[in-house]
């Protein structure tokens, strides 16, 4: 089945959805497969089953589909995060639990965002590229506030590079193969990323 196929089956699946969420969502898979310059306005139109001039309407050209793809994103994660450290009050350990769990079932979710994250945020003009990378370093902000509590005396900025070296195994899911169920992955993901950061 080709990208464009999937594409199509992805917007025929979810109906409820906007137009222009479809769209965005096929424009996500093409990018993440083909990489940002590899796909044209004309590609995305046609596995979207419209011509390219009549994304126009909803999008004013590929960054703009860049933008609203990872924007969204980026904001979901810190609410999420958020959300997740308030949950546990005195509690640091019940807090890392509960950012893994949320973390592994996002990435587990958007493989294709992921990659597309990973590969091409510099394709973003400054400003929507600025917002993202402001929004992810709150959300980094929380898991450092959790893994300093966690092991008191840690610096600050190890416990940065504890809570990238995490995003990067959970984040691994782009890159898996799918003999091994989701469950089980989410398991093993948990399991890994929790181990790492209790060392």
Avoid: C
């Avoid at 950012?99 to 990435?107: S, T, Y």
């Amino acid at each position: 089945m080709t990208v464009e196929q999937q594409a199509r089956g992805a917007a025929s699946a979810g109906r409820r959805r906007s137009r222009k969420d479809e769209i965005l969502e096929i424009a996500v898979g093409l990018f993440a497969a083909r990489g940002y310059h590899g796909v044209s306005m004309d590609d995305i139109g046609a596995a979207a089953g419209v011509t390219g001039p009549a994304l126009y309407h909803h999008f004013a050209g590929k960054e703009a589909m860049l933008a609203a793809a990872l924007i969204p994103v980026s904001e979901g994660l810190l609410a999420g995060g958020r959300e997740r450290s308030a949950g546990h009050p005195d509690d640091p350990r019940g807090v890392l639990e509960s950012l893994i769990d949320f973390h592994v079932e996002f990435a587990l979710a958007n493989p294709a965002v992921i990659a597309l994250h990973l590969h091409e945020l510099d394709r973003l003009p400054e400003e929507p590229r600025r917002r993202i990378r402001r929004l992810q370093r709150l959300y980094v902000e929380e898991w450092v506030t959790v893994l300093t509590a966690l092991h008191p005396g840690m610096p600050d900025g190890e416990a940065r590079v504890l809570a990238h070296a995490a995003f990067g195994l959970m984040n691994s899911t782009p890159f898996l193969g799918g003999e091994v169920d989701r469950r089980r992955r989410a398991e093993l993901l948990r399991d890994a990323a929790l181990a790492a950061l209790l060392a």
